[in-house]
């Protein structure tokens, strides 16, 4: 890319990443979608999740700077950021759903990588992307060359490369790797897991895009069926054919073979229990790095799903339309209405009858209803007894559902479920078995819960007996399990 003036000054003026980091909030805006989205390896958050967690962010600011620090409502916020002239948030709506949901889109992502790089490392490894970089120039030497004898000579010296490791291994000359080649070697790992999870939502972007140019090809085209699905299909191959689209469906096929999967894991366990990686503190996300890889690719997956499905929608409505005989009658009665246009035929021009008999039953008409009379009658009101015991009715419990369902929220955002129990832990009853009968509902109501009907959990809390002193109390019913 050529990176004179005019480039780049396009670039300041219309590419969302750079919008982002001259934005008056950029810290905000790229703190916050960092800790939802990229941290824990979010794709898409629903309007209300998104809100209450910007909302908390907000609170928690305004304490620090002081109440006039960001004004706005979150709701505003997020819809500002999702604008067509900022681009940082997609809103969507899911299929057979009316709540809006929100994704992180490319350009913010790549801001937000960017500043990442901004902080100073601990130490700056070069000798493994060095030999990564030989690697690389070894495979594309190897794997363009078309002479089989010269082939067979580098295959022959790799196997006596092989058979003299083994021969120093068996006489227990073992190379190990230092504690510093170790860490450089796992960090650039990270960088590159986390580059991967990035380069998904540039490839899902591309297929979204698209699936939105067929939708108006098919919504604004008026020729014939072929020519569309030709012009269609071309664009689509071109893209799964394209460089991009060749090493994802690799990267996929690779992905999915189970055997593969299973020896990532075993790798990452065994490269997470080295002393010197641990001493790197890393992520606890690390060790599911390649199922949040499956979980990326199934998306962009559902994105050509949802194309095809666009065009079988289409090839369906062309076959309805292209009833012959239903056709000439409309064509034959367009041709009409356009010869009477100017001049419209004296009277009636046409008459069309009733489709249906309107009966009306002499029974089906309400009967009379007389109208009821008030009787007011005269009595002198007396004062009442003032001595009643008022106190009912201000000893009402009133249940905070709201937050009851912030706490589960919270729980739910380190782990993927927690126990009804764990979460009367974390957060006691306050309010006894009304707290209770609260979390259950929400539990059928507002997330999703599984029943453990097998097992069963003591819920202990600390109450007032019929004497008014306190004691503790307990309910026991089976396990409910909230799940992320």
């Not at 796992?186 to 972007?205: C, Y």
């Not at 929608?313 to 100017?342: P, S, T, Y």
Request: with cysteine.
């Amino acid at each position: 890319m050529n990176l004179d003036y005019a480039t780049l000054e396009l670039l300041r003026q219309s590419h969302p990443a750079w919008k982002l980091l001259r934005s008056d909030h950029a810290s905000l805006i790229a703190s916050f979608l960092n800790r939802v989205y990229l941290l824990p390896n979010l794709r898409v958050m629903a309007q209300e999740d998104l809100v209450e967690a910007l909302k908390d962010e907000l609170f928690v600011l305004r304490e620090r700077l002081g109440d006039n620090a960001f004004p706005k409502a979150p709701l505003e916020y997020l819809n500002d950021w999702a604008a067509n002239d900022k681009g940082w948030l997609r809103k969507f709506y899911r299929h057979g759903s009316d709540e809006p949901n929100f994704d992180l889109t490319p350009p913010a992502e790549k801001a937000i990588a960017w500043l990442g790089t901004l902080t100073e490392r601990s130490f700056v490894g070069t000798e493994s992307r060095l030999l990564t970089l030989f690697e690389l120039l070894k495979q594309m030497s190897e794997g363009s060359e078309t002479d089989p004898q010269t082939r067979i000579t580098e295959l022959q010296k790799r196997r006596d490369d092989i058979d003299r490791e083994i021969v120093r291994v068996l006489a227990g000359d073992i190379p190990l790797l230092d504690t510093t080649a170790l860490k450089e070697r796992f960090q650039q790992f990270i960088q590159l897991a986390r580059e991967l999870l990035s380069d998904f939502r540039e490839v899902e972007q591309n297929f979204r895009g698209l699936d939105r140019r067929v939708r108006e090809r098919i919504a604004l085209w008026d020729g014939g069926k072929g020519a569309l699905l030709e012009e269609i299909m071309g664009e689509r191959d071109l893209i799964a054919d394209s460089d991009q689209g060749r090493s994802f469906r690799a990267f996929w096929d690779f992905l999915m073979s189970s055997r593969r999967q299973e020896e990532l894991s075993s790798l990452l366990e065994r490269v997470l229990a080295l002393p010197p990686v641990a001493e790197l503190k890393p992520d606890s996300r690390t060790r599911r790095l390649h199922y949040d890889w499956l979980e990326a690719g199934e998306h962009t997956q559902r994105t050509v799903a949802q194309l095809s499905q666009q065009l079988r929608r289409f090839l369906d409505d062309q076959a309805w339309l292209e009833n012959r005989r239903i056709m000439d009658i409309l064509h034959g009665i367009e041709a009409k209405a356009l010869a009477v246009r100017e001049c419209p035929p004296l009277g009636e021009l046409t008459t069309l009858e009733e489709t249906a008999a309107d009966i009306e039953l002499p029974l089906e008409r309400p009967l009379h209803t007389p109208t009821i009379k008030g009787v007011l009658t005269n009595e002198v009101l007396e004062a009442g007894d003032g001595d009643l015991n008022a106190e009912a009715l201000y000893g009402q419990i009133v249940i905070d559902t709201a937050q009851l369902a912030r706490h589960i929220r919270h729980a739910l955002q380190d782990r993927s479920q927690v126990t009804l129990r764990e979460l009367c832990q974390l957060a006691p009853l306050k309010n006894g078995l009304s707290e209770l009968v609260a979390y259950l509902h929400l539990s059928s109501s507002d997330f999703k819960a599984v029943v453990d009907e097998h097992t069963s959990d003591v819920i202990v809390w600390q109450g007032v007996g019929p004497d008014g002193r306190e004691q503790m109390k307990q309910a026991t019913l089976p396990r409910v399990i909230f799940v992320r």
